[in-house]
């Protein structure tokens, strides 16, 4: 084998190695990322009177550590946020609906006829923010206690997420009562969801005083 011809089998087979090598670190870099983004796995349980108060950076005041972490997701949403909530008159977190409201996330917010203008209901404060909330006058509840996070974002780093569970969005219900919420970024369990809120937001009509 002349030195040319050894020259040219040797930079062949490095260049071929540098790019199996390239192309390892990449596909595992993206492995990586698609089991980062399904890690969203969490229940959260309010049992009255068993945690303590601590300070968070989601409230102003002390709050519990179940609290904490539903304000922590709900201050995920980087482009959309559906809700559906039978009862709705926390103060905390609308402050933080609010707030993604301001940086432009899109919200959709759907609500039990009856309970939207309860004592104590924060929905007038959305609609106040141009924030679309819709209801229905029928005999059924609206009873769903859930959220579902940028379902709408065509970005693929984003990482799609249902809240749902027991829990209405109230003080009695966050202070005072045993209830659950359940986060997920299990994909098919997000599309089911999705696909129920798409269902109602069509059934439903905006709010007309």
């Known amino acids: 084998m002349s030195l040319k011809t050894y020259s040219q089998t040797l930079f062949m087979?490095?260049?071929?190695?540098?790019?199996?090598?390239?192309?390892?670190?990449?596909?595992?870099?993206?492995?990586?990322?698609?089991?980062?983004?399904?890690?969203?796995?969490?229940?959260?349980?309010?049992?009255?009177?068993?945690?303590?108060?601590?300070?968070?950076?989601?409230?102003?005041?002390?709050?519990?550590?179940?609290?904490?972490?539903?304000?922590?997701?709900?201050?995920?949403?980087?482009?959309?946020?559906?809700?559906?909530?039978?009862?709705?008159?926390?103060?905390?977190?609308?402050?933080?609906?609010?707030k993604l409201h301001f940086r432009g996330v899109k919200i959709r917010v759907i609500v039990d006829a009856d309970m939207a203008f309860a004592p104590g209901s924060n929905i007038r404060k959305l609609e106040k923010k141009n924030i679309p909330v819709r209801w229905m006058k029928s005999t059924n509840l609206m009873h769903h206690k859930f959220c579902v996070i940028d379902t709408l974002s065509e970005d693929p780093n984003t990482t799609p997420f249902v809240m749902s569970g027991?829990?209405?969005?109230?003080?009695?219900?966050?202070?005072?009562?045993y209830e659950d919420c359940l986060v997920t970024s299990q994909k098919k369990l997000v599309e089911q969801f999705q696909m129920e809120f798409e269902r109602l937001w069509i059934l439903f009509k905006p709010i007309v005083d």
């Open 13 to 98: 087979v490095l260049s071929f190695a540098f790019f199996a090598h390239a192309t390892y670190k990449y596909l595992v870099k993206k492995k990586k990322e698609e089991t980062e983004k399904e890690d969203i796995n969490e229940v959260i349980m309010f049992s009255y009177g068993a945690e303590e108060l601590r300070t968070s950076p989601h409230s102003r005041c002390k709050i519990s550590k179940s609290m904490d972490r539903i304000l922590h997701y709900l201050s995920k949403p980087k482009y959309s946020l559906d809700i559906c909530m039978y009862v709705w008159s926390n103060q905390d977190i609308t402050n933080i609906i609010m």
């Open 166 to 177: 027991s829990l209405n969005w109230t003080n009695q219900a966050l202070w005072g009562n």
